[in-house]
Antibody, heavy 116, light 110 residues
């Protein structure tokens, strides 16, 4: 099983980035998927999730209206479009499968740094 | 969406037991049995240790157990071992159909 995030990097405040998470080794289309972030030296913070067919999404208040989660089951890929980025969005972003029940699959994380 | 409340740190000696609490509200911990616990070693991704309050995934030692009373969930680790030293996070489903994590607890094995 692999979840591989990509798309992280350095961006200025107000800028945009799109994270991708490529899944392999499990039936991606049957899982809820999540984005969870962790600021340097800080705790885990849930960001967003999406249901199996992409018709149901929810967001943390801190990113609502700025971030959009989506998925392409044909490509086994999860996305997080991040707009209007703020300094406080600086974190490692993990994609993860269902937080409710096992098995739990996590990526290695993608670092997003928002700085001028 | 306030974070669940966990103690910042706990410690225990090898072979002893510790309990980490996770306090929320009736809109999250108290209202749902979708409470999970994750272990995270430095520089690593989190790992599910307990799900649905008191269930262990396959392969997780029975030294790990979970419980819930009212708005507070708890993780107990018995027979502490050096490899248990890590950060532990609780998480709960919420009435808003979102998830919320606790602030995390650093476990030190003395």
């Amino acid at each position: 099983v692999h979840l591989v995030e990509s798309g992280g990097g350095l961006v200025q405040p107000g800028g945009s980035l799109r994270l991708s998470c490529a899944a392999s080794g499990f039936t991606f289309s049957t899982y809820w998927m999540n984005w969870v972030r962790q600021a340097p030296g800080k705790g885990l913070v849930w960001v967003s999730h999406i249901n199996q067919d992409g018709t149901n999404t929810n967001y943390a208040d801190s990113v609502k209206g700025r971030f959009t989660i989506s998925r392409d089951n044909a490509k086994n890929t999860l996305y997080l479009q991040m707009n209007s980025l703020r300094i406080e969005d600086t974190a490692v972003y993990y994609c993860a499968s269902d937080l409710r029940i096992p098995p739990d699959y996590w990526g290695q994380g993608a670092l997003v740094t928002v700085s001028s | 969406q306030s974070a669940l409340t966990q103690p910042a740190s706990v410690s225990g000696s090898p072979g002893h037991s510790i309990t980490i609490s996770c306090t929320g509200t009736s809109s999250d911990v108290g209202g749902y049995n979708s409470v999970s616990w994750f272990q995270q070693h430095p520089g690593k991704a989190p790992k599910l240790m307990i799900y649905e309050v008191n269930n262990r995934p396959s392969g997780i030692s029975n030294r790990f157990s979970g419980s819930k009373s009212g708005n507070t969930a708890s993780l107990t680790i018995s027979g502490l071992q050096a490899e248990d030293e890590a950060d532990y996070y609780c998480t709960s489903f919420t009435r808003s159909s979102t998830w919320v994590f606790g602030g995390g607890t650093r476990l030190t094995v003395l």
